[in-house]
């Protein structure tokens, strides 16, 4: 019965000729393959093999393509009632747009199949993206047909319904490469009230906590667009407390008072190059600072309602010092390049701007800068704005040398054998706004002079002798 009611029905819509009939055959069953892909291949949160991911990274570099062109089809339908031949190009333009949607789409799956990809807008993304291959088949048949029946005059309809899904998937696309609030974020306030946007955030449990204050806007700004409701990478949400603490398929994430061995501080950690490294999708890495204050967090239990993390100082409004050029360089970059070869340490410009100083970097040969190396960079002393001299060899003499740093903004030493004899000497760093001594045996008396410091907003003595009595006083300041 149903059979004979489907040829009927069959026979109605579809041109006798029998080319049109099968190019309507391959479209349904092209559709209706299609449809059943996300039951039959699921997505389950899990990352698959490496060569689904290899592939499904061409998705974002080949979906401008259909895009443009389905952009173009109307525009090329419109100009060819004026010049014929405009028209025949459309038709070849539809037809490249059903392969590169197709092709797209595919991509596009295996990109979130592989790399364990899912939530709410990864769905809504995919299944845009079906309707849009499954529409543009209809507008070609549509377009082909060269019967007068009820295709061929519902070919604009289903082109301004395939504009429609297109705003639709791009959308859905976009938030998830972006963040949901990508376009409406700098939105101006009247058309926000209008829209009503903005009036419902996320529940943060007691925002004058030191998670809804510090830790849970770190998570916001630079993870919840990968591991968010919208798209939830590795089954990880970080847009809750619940969430975080829940972890995601590789289990918890954060282990209370045990920071070193928590999944969350090994991914931000990791060499950016590492295929592990967090955030990834070549978004920029956790500030310093940030990184110790989840680390701090975690080590002393992850609590969702404290008020204070020992070891960690953020005053309130405090503000920053307006930055002060340092002088042009550029007339030592030879010996700036030179340095840089003998010592494996860099001299890394902060702009394009001489006036911006340098910053000295330690990473790569951390373990043998010691104070002797130190020393070698007294040249450059009045162009360094940052040095990074976490976990190298450098004791307490290099206080003597740092003094020296006229213009120093942001010193890194964590990790290092510093125990605070000498520190007194950084106070003639008048420019000084973040100091990192957290990991060495610093003691209260030695960071005393700090206190002298006005400018000196950033303290971090996590894991050091100093550490609990540091923030209750510059906390009560």
Request: charged share 15%; hydrophobic share 45%; proline share 7%.
């Amino acid at each position: 019965m149903f059979g004979k009611q489907l040829a009927a029905i069959t026979g109605k819509l579809l041109p006798e000729s029998r080319a049109t009939r099968m190019a309507w055959l391959v479209a349904v069953l092209a559709s209706a393959a299609l449809l059943t892909l996300p039951e039959i291949v699921r997505l389950d949160g899990k990352p698959h093999s490496d060569w689904q991911q290899f592939l499904g990274r061409f998705h974002p570099l080949a979906v401008h393509l259909p895009i443009g062109l389905i952009v173009l089809l109307p525009l090329l339908e419109i100009a060819g009632a004026f010049r014929p031949a405009l028209r025949e190009a459309a038709g070849f333009v539809l037809g490249l747009a059903c392969a590169a949607c197709l092709g797209t789409l595919i991509l596009g799956f295996l990109l979130a199949y592989g790399s364990g990809d899912a939530g709410t807008t990864v769905t809504r993304h995919l299944w845009g993206g079906i309707a849009l291959c499954i529409g543009l088949f209809l507008c070609l048949l549509a377009r082909s047909s060269e019967s007068t029946g009820s295709a061929a005059r519902g070919y604009p309809a289903l082109l301004v319904c395939v504009l429609l899904v297109l705003l639709f998937t791009a959308h859905q696309g976009g938030s998830l490469t972006h963040g949901s609030n990508y376009l409406t974020e700098y939105l101006p306030a009247p058309l926000k009230r209008w829209a009503m946007l903005g009036a419902v955030s996320a529940a943060v449990p007691n925002s004058d906590s030191f998670y809804g204050k510090h830790i849970h806007p770190i998570f916001d700004s630079n993870c919840v667009a990968c591991h968010g409701p919208g798209k939830m990478q590795g089954g990880l949400r970080l847009d809750s407390y619940e969430s975080l603490m829940r972890g995601g398929k590789d289990g918890p994430v954060v282990l209370p008072r045990s920071s070193d061995t928590s999944l969350l501080i090994e991914r931000v950690t990791l060499p950016a190059n590492n295929q592990h490294f967090m955030p990834a999708e070549g978004r920029p890495s956790l500030k310093p600072d940030q990184i110790a204050w989840i680390r701090a967090w975690i080590q002393q239990g992850a609590s969702p309602t404290a008020i204070n993390v020992a070891g960690i100082s953020i005053p309130e409004g405090s503000k920053e010092l307006p930055i002060q050029p340092v002088g042009d360089y550029s007339s030592l970059m030879d010996e700036i390049r030179q340095m840089q070869q003998s010592q494996s340490a860099k001299l890394l410009p902060v702009s394009g701007k001489p006036s911006d100083g340098l910053i000295l970097n330690t990473v790569d040969v951390a373990p043998s800068f010691g104070d002797a190396q130190l020393a070698q960079f007294q040249r450059f002393a009045p162009y360094i704005v940052e040095a990074d001299l976490a976990r190298t060899a450098v004791t307490d003499a290099s206080f003597d040398i740092l003094s020296r740093f006229t213009h120093l903004r942001v010193l890194h030493l964590e990790g290092t054998a510093v125990t605070g004899s000498g520190l007194a000497k950084l106070t003639a760093l008048s420019q000084l706004t973040y100091l990192n001594l957290s990991e060495t045996k610093i003691t209260t008396p030695a960071v005393a002079p700090l206190k002298s410091m006005p400018n000196l907003h950033h303290v971090y003595l996590f894991s050091s002798p100093a550490e609990p009595e540091l923030t209750t006083e510059r906390s009560a300041q």
